[in-house]
C-alpha cells in the first residue's frame, strides 16, 4: 500500500511590495477600509515579463531542494493557476521546461483558489495507485497585471497579490505520516458571482474593444455573497476532514485556511473554537494569492517551526467556482 507525504514545500513572492498606501495613489481607496475589512497590509506584484510559470519556478527551486530532490527525479508535474501565462498552453510545461525535467507530464488545474488542494489530491491519488513516486505540485498567480487598478475596480483589486508556493510528494509505505484525506467540492451555479468573463469562448470573437472598454476583461466579485458561502463552506469542509478521519477539532495542530480575507478566517476560527496559535494567517503580507496562497502559508508554517513531524495539519479552501475543498496531513 502507498501513501504520499509531503517531502519538501517552498514559496517565492516577487521583491516588489505594494502597501496599501500605494493602493491610495491609483484609486480611490484607503488603508484603513483595506485593513480593516481584510486584514491586508500589503502584497506584491511582478515587474514587467514576469510570468506564472517564473514565479512557480522559483518556490519549486525551494521545495525540490528541501525534498533532497533533482528536477530529473521527478514524475509528474501539477500547476495550479487562473492566471496562466497564455491562453494555451497551460503554464505547467513552461515550468517542465524552465525545471529542465524530463519530458515528464505537466497538467494545469484551473480551479482558483482550492486549485492547490485539487492539485494535492490529484497527486495522492496517483502516489496510491503506485503509478508515480515524485510530483511537484505548485499554486501561483500573478494577479497584477490581471486586475482593474483604478477606482472601478478598486472592490477586487486591492485584495489580490502574486506569488507562488510549491511542494513535492512523495510515495511512502508509511502508514502513520502521510495525506490523510482530501476532500473536493464544487457548486458550479454560482460560477459568476466570482469570475473573469473575457475572454471566452462563448463569445465570437472572444474579447472586443467594447469588452475592453467595459472592463468585462477584468475579475467581478460579489464580495458579500461569497462571503456569506465562505463562511459556511469553511466549516462544512473542515468538519467532513475530521469526520473522515475520527479526529476532533481539538486535535488539530495547525490550520491553513486559503487566504482570502483575514475576518473570514477569524469567523471560521472562532465559530469552530479553534485558537488563534493554531491558526496560520499571512494575508496581511500578501494579499489574495489564490492558489499560491496554502503553500506559501504551508511553507512559512514549517519554517517557523509551526508545523512539526507528527503535526497534523489540515488545509482548506473556498473560493470561485464556487469550489471548497480539504486535505488533513500528519506530517
Ligand atoms: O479568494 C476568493 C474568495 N474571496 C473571498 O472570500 C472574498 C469574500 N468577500 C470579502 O472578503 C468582502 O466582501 C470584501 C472584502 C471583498 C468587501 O467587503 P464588504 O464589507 O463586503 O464591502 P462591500 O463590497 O459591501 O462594500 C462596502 C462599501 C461600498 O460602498 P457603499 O456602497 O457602502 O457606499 C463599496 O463601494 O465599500 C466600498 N468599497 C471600497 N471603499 C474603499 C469597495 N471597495 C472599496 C475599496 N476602498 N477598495
Known amino acids: 500500500?502507498?501513501?504520499?507525504?509531503?517531502?519538501?514545500?517552498?514559496?517565492?513572492?516577487?521583491?516588489?511590495?505594494?502597501?496599501?498606501?500605494?493602493?491610495?495613489?491609483?484609486?480611490?481607496?484607503?488603508?484603513?477600509?483595506?485593513?480593516?475589512?481584510?486584514?491586508?497590509?500589503?502584497?506584491?506584484?511582478?515587474?514587467?515579463?514576469?510570468?506564472?510559470?517564473?514565479?512557480a519556478l522559483e518556490a519549486a527551486k525551494q521545495a525540490l531542494k528541501k525534498a533532497g530532490i533533482e528536477p530529473r527525479d521527478l514524475d509528474f508535474i501539477i500547476l495550479?493557476?487562473?492566471?496562466p501565462d497564455y491562453t494555451f498552453p497551460g503554464s505547467a510545461v513552461l515550468l517542465q521546461d524552465k525545471l529542465g525535467a524530463n519530458t515528464i507530464g505537466a497538467l494545469d488545474v484551473r480551479n482558483q483558489c482550492s486549485g492547490f488542494i485539487y492539485s494535492?489530491?490529484?497527486?495522492?491519488?496517483?502516489?496510491?495507485?503506485?503509478?508515480y513516486q515524485r510530483i511537484l505540485v505548485v499554486g501561483a498567480e500573478t494577479h497584477s497585471t490581471g486586475i482593474d487598478l483604478t477606482t472601478r475596480g478598486r472592490d477586487v483589486a486591492v485584495l489580490f497579490g502574486d506569488g507562488a508556493g510549491a511542494v513535492v510528494v512523495g510515495s511512502t509505505e508509511e502508514e502513520g505520516k502521510r495525506i490523510l484525506s482530501t476532500h473536493l467540492h464544487s457548486e458550479g451555479k454560482y460560477a459568476?458571482?466570482?469570475?473573469?468573463?473575457?475572454?471566452?469562448?462563448?463569445?465570437?470573437?472572444?474579447?472586443?474593444?467594447?469588452?475592453?472598454?467595459?472592463?468585462?476583461?477584468?475579475?467581478?466579485?460579489?464580495?458579500?455573497?461569497?462571503?456569506?458561502?465562505?463562511?459556511?463552506?469553511?466549516?462544512?469542509?473542515?468538519?467532513?476532514?475530521?469526520?473522515?478521519?475520527?479526529?476532533?477539532?481539538s486535535d488539530i495542530d495547525l490550520l491553513i485556511l486559503h487566504q482570502?480575507?483575514?475576518?473570514?478566517?477569524?469567523?471560521?476560527?472562532?465559530?469552530?473554537?479553534?485558537?488563534?496559535e493554531k491558526v496560520y494567517n499571512n494575508i496581511q503580507r500578501y494579499g489574495n494569492t489564490t492558489a499560491a496562497s496554502i503553500p506559501i502559508a504551508l511553507d512559512e508554517a514549517v519554517e517557523e517551526g509551526k508545523v512539526k513531524e507528527g503535526s497534523l495539519v489540515l488545509l482548506a479552501s473556498f473560493g470561485s467556482g464556487f469550489t471548497w475543498a480539504s486535505a488533513l496531513i500528519r506530517w
Open 260 to 276: 482570502a480575507n483575514l475576518r473570514i478566517n477569524e469567523f471560521v476560527a472562532r465559530s469552530l473554537e479553534i485558537p488563534e
Open 120 to 131: 494535492l489530491s490529484i497527486a495522492d491519488q496517483y502516489i496510491k495507485t503506485g503509478h
Open 192 to 249: 459568476k458571482e466570482l469570475w473573469i468573463e473575457a475572454p471566452g469562448s462563448i463569445y465570437h470573437p472572444r474579447l472586443t474593444h467594447e469588452m475592453i472598454d467595459q472592463g468585462r476583461h477584468f475579475p467581478k466579485m460579489k464580495g458579500r455573497v461569497v462571503f456569506r458561502h465562505a463562511a459556511v463552506r469553511f466549516p462544512e469542509a473542515i468538519n467532513e476532514a475530521l469526520e473522515a478521519n475520527n479526529y476532533q477539532i
Open 80 to 83: 495550479a493557476t487562473l492566471s
Open 1 to 55: 500500500m502507498f501513501h504520499s507525504k509531503i517531502l519538501g514545500t517552498g514559496f517565492y513572492v516577487p521583491p516588489r511590495v505594494v502597501t496599501n498606501f500605494d493602493m491610495e495613489k491609483l484609486m480611490d481607496t484607503s488603508n484603513e477600509w483595506i485593513l480593516e475589512r481584510t486584514g491586508i497590509e500589503e502584497r506584491r506584484f511582478v515587474d514587467e515579463g514576469v510570468g506564472v510559470a517564473d514565479l
